[in-house]
């Protein structure tokens, strides 16, 4: 037996018997090399499939050389674990042209990582730069929020919740001997580029009050914004102008009605216009009209974006009901104390649906001259 193993393992590496074998031994032979051939046929067969671990139980020339591919390959792909896991200094010194393309990958790799890290650095830095100057043109916003120019026959307050750190709402009143002019704007989208078109707005309206009526305000606007602005960009609003005998001019360009609750009857008046958003078309297809109202004493102008209308309560969406409703059960409180609560109402409401737009309120209450501001 122990000659026939050594004939055996001799056929394996290459080296034909010597002598002829009785047939018994010839026969037991073929049988062992089948066997081995079928085994070394289903481990090769695992290895093309990526199955690794498997091996022959054999000794030899061909065993060994198959052993020493195996280890190669456990070896690399440890190596490749290793490059998952970030390590780069990896490199394959076997296998030629395979060893060579593994080593040009890594080297790749290592390149391109180290780019990445550069490119990430330089995100950051922007990154912390536009947080910077977000913070504080959210400090300009809320700082220039606070200038409300006030006339001593009306009281004015108002409140801005930015959906993002800056606003693409805002407010503003301009007061002239006897009158007061005030408009709120709602640019389209949010965040800086809403916010820039505000200052637009703003820097627009200081420009050309108190020379035009509120609708020759809008027009012009519309001219002025429609030649400036990108295609999807827009602004809507409301301008109006209260003079100290309560007698109010408004004018609408796509912006949620103005609601004027006459608090001496307990009413509320929905005052709406006919003009389009500002800054979508250059001609007029719908010309901007003002309206005229008289205010008596106590009677108070709302006007928001629709934001606040949009935001949602345990009924729903608030809406113009809603906002009606609750004006009307604070009617006592002053403008100020019924905007705090306003603003309660907000963050209830974000504790059910999250907010998705910007959110301004300004309330004007006219006083005449002889009355306290409330």
Same mark, same amino acid.
């Given at each position: 037996m122990e000659s026939l193993d050594k004939k055996f393992q001799d056929i394996l590496d290459g080296v034909a018997p010597d002598e002829e074998l009785p047939a018994d031994q010839a026969n037991m032979l073929l049988r062992r090399i089948a066997e081995f051939n079928c085994r070394l046929y289903e481990v090769l067969y695992n290895f093309s499939n990526g199955k690794i671990g498997d091996s022959l139980q054999h000794r030899g020339r061909l065993a060994g050389t198959f052993k020493a591919l195996q280890a190669n390959l456990r070896h690399?792909?440890?190596?490749?674990?290793?490059?998952?896991?970030? $390590?780069? #200094?990896?490199?394959?010194?076997? &296998?030629?042209?395979? %060893?060579? %393309?593994?080593?040009?990958? !890594?080297?790749?790799?290592?390149?391109?990582? @180290? $780019?990445?890290?550069? =490119?990430?650095?330089?995100?950051?830095?922007?990154?912390?730069?536009? @947080?910077? $100057?977000?913070?504080? /043109?959210?400090?300009?916003q809320r700082s220039l929020a606070g200038r409300l120019a006030k006339p001593d026959f009306a009281a004015v307050a108002v409140f801005y919740e930015p959906f993002r750190q800056v606003s693409g709402d805002f407010f503003s009143t301009f007061v002239e001997p006897g009158h007061l002019f005030f408009m709120i704007g709602d640019a389209s989208g949010h965040g /800086?580029?809403?916010?820039?078109?505000?200052?637009?707005?703003?820097?627009? &309206?200081?420009?050309?009050?108190?020379?035009? %009526?509120?609708?020759?305000?809008?027009?012009?606007?519309?001219?002025?914004?429609?030649?400036?602005?990108?295609?999807?960009?827009?602004?809507? *609003?409301?301008?109006?102008?209260?003079?100290?005998?309560?007698h109010l001019r408004v004018a609408n360009a796509?912006?949620?009605?103005?609601? !004027?609750? =006459?608090? /001496?009857?307990?009413? +509320?008046?929905?005052?709406?216009?006919? *003009?389009?958003v500002l800054g979508m078309f250059e001609e007029e297809i719908e010309p901007y009209t003002s309206c005229s109202i008289e205010l008596m004493p106590g009677d108070r102008i709302y006007v928001f974006s629709d934001g606040l209308l949009e935001m949602r309560g345990e009924q729903g969406f608030l809406g113009m009901s809603g906002l009606r409703d609750f004006l009307e059960n604070n009617g006592s409180l002053s403008?100020?104390?019924?905007?705090? +609560?306003?603003?309660?109402? !907000?963050?209830?409401?974000? @504790?059910?649906?999250?907010?998705a737009d910007d959110i301004t309120v300004a /309330?004007?209450? +006219?006083? *005449?001259? #002889?009355?306290? %501001?409330?």
């Open positions: 690399m792909t440890w190596q490749a674990e290793q490059v998952a896991t970030g $390590d780069y #200094s990896q490199r394959v010194a076997f &296998l030629g042209d395979f %060893a060579e %393309a593994f080593n040009r990958m !890594i080297d790749s790799l290592s390149s391109s990582r @180290k $780019d990445i890290e550069s =490119r990430n650095r330089e995100i950051m830095r922007i990154d912390n730069e536009l @947080k910077q $100057d977000l913070h504080v /043109a959210a400090e300009v /800086a580029a809403a916010a820039m078109i505000t200052v637009m707005a703003r820097t627009f &309206l200081e420009s050309v009050l108190p020379a035009d %009526a509120p609708e020759e305000i809008l027009r012009r606007m519309n001219e002025f914004f429609a030649s400036t602005l990108p295609d999807d960009m827009y602004m809507t *609003g409301v301008i109006g102008c209260l003079n100290n005998s309560g796509g912006h949620p009605p103005m609601l !004027i609750h =006459r608090r /001496a009857r307990g009413e +509320f008046e929905e005052v709406s216009g006919t *003009g389009m403008i100020h104390e019924n905007l705090d +609560f306003i603003r309660a109402l !907000i963050f209830d409401s974000e @504790k059910l649906s999250p907010r /309330a004007i209450e +006219f006083t *005449g001259r #002889s009355c306290p %501001a409330r």
